[in-house]
């Protein structure tokens, strides 16, 4: 199995406290329980979680339901209006049955199971082939409170997420992602209408930079075990290539750059072979001459998957769905098209981890009403 493939599965399986399928069990057996051999109705379940676990429990009902229980839609039937919640650590299902035609009251159940919040569940999806590169597995988590502006990987094990507020970091625990910490940047921060962050991170020294558009000064952050703490400010975030280091321009989400081969505004930046975007959308490398011809376009993030290919977000306008781009290096100055990978919600940021012959590559997703999730893929370079 491949690497990815073992850890992008529902967090509910992670340990049996956290199981969905125990919750499912425990759900189906109160319908058999209470139906008593009599036809049932299912309606979707009123999910108040905000994290889209519905679904993938009435499908784990529905199945523990199979020859024990008749599901119809017409007739004498007894109908399971049913809704979700979080309350505190536990997982709670409680249903209202009533007896279809009549309306009468059968039975009110519930049944609940130990959560953790902590957990940041990952909903697995099937992995899918792109031209000249495969998509072995990939994964998107719930809606998570907060708008993620930067994502960067620390180690096999750990994912920071820098919202436009705070900084968190999440430990792969199993098959999840559990967060270890989370820290406020400090401020005042700013009013801006579409935040921009960055993060720099330094595995070797246990440490990242980040800044975002929001807070005045970029902050060094150190991780000592599995706690985040601001040890440092400086005026400008330290970055390869621009002995001044970058600094958003006030109130955007545009980096000021002064160096070699770009002199801002830029919209992204990636540290290891300085490819950056431009304002308008231009894809450049720090320091190369002007490429021969119209340059390729790119959205407002960028992260190197493995040398010689960069994953970028797409030009596009913002929309429902949303593509990553990725691009082959062909030259100091020029890039051209590999793949593309279509997702759903407009991509805010992007990460990638090498991971032997694949790659993990994590991107922040904006959905229409402002919500953001995490997807995660493996790649790798089809041969």
């Given at each position: ?53 519905g679904v993938d429990l009435d499908a ?23 809704a979700l919640a979080a309350v505190g ?106 935040p921009g962050g960055v993060l720099l ?183």
């Amino acid at each position: 199995m491949r690497a990815l493939a073992a850890v992008l599965v529902l967090a509910a399986a992670a340990t049996p406290a956290t199981s969905l399928g125990r919750l499912a069990d425990a759900i189906a057996g109160e319908i058999v329980r209470v139906s008593a051999g009599r036809p049932v109705a299912l309606p979707p379940v009123e999910d108040r979680t905000g994290s889209g676990l519905g679904v993938d429990l009435d499908a784990l009902v529905r199945s523990r339901l199979e020859g024990r229980v008749a599901v119809a839609t017409s007739g004498p039937r007894l109908s399971v209006a049913a809704a979700l919640a979080a309350v505190g650590t536990r997982l709670v299902w409680s249903a209202r049955i009533v007896e279809e035609p009549s309306g009468s009251v059968v039975d009110v159940v519930s049944v609940s199971g130990a959560w953790d919040p902590g957990l940041l569940p990952l909903i697995r999806s099937r992995g899918a082939g792109e031209e000249g590169v495969d998509v072995l597995d990939r994964a998107t988590t719930p809606p998570i409170e907060g708008r993620i502006v930067a994502l960067a990987f620390m180690g096999d094990e750990r994912l920071l997420v820098l919202f436009d507020d705070a900084l968190a970091l999440y430990r792969r625990d199993g098959l999840a992602l559990r967060l270890e910490s989370r820290r406020d940047l400090p401020g005042p921060l700013a009013g801006v209408r579409f935040p921009g962050g960055v993060l720099l991170a330094a595995e070797s020294e246990s440490a990242c930079w980040a800044l975002t558009s929001r807070t005045p000064r970029a902050v060094l952050f150190t991780l000592d075990g599995n706690r985040l703490t601001a040890t440092h400010q400086a005026d400008a975030l330290p970055w390869p290539r621009v002995a001044a280091g970058v600094r958003f321009r006030a109130g955007t989400n545009l980096l000021d750059v002064a160096g070699p081969g770009a002199a801002g505004p830029l919209l992204a930046m990636e540290p290891e072979e300085g490819w950056v975007v431009g304002a308008d959308g231009a894809l450049s490398r720090l320091g190369a001459p002007d490429p021969e011809g119209p340059p390729r376009r790119a959205g407002p993030a960028l992260a190197r998957v493995w040398p010689g290919l960069i994953a970028a977000a797409s030009p596009d306008p913002p929309g429902e769905r949303d593509r990553i781009l990725l691009y082959r290096d062909s030259g100091a100055t020029a890039a051209t098209a590999a793949a593309s990978v279509p997702v759903e919600g407009a991509v805010r940021a992007l990460a990638s981890r090498r991971h032997g012959a694949s790659a993990w590559l994590a991107a922040a997703l904006e959905d229409a009403g402002g919500g953001f999730r995490v997807a995660l893929f493996e790649v790798a370079e089809r041969k």
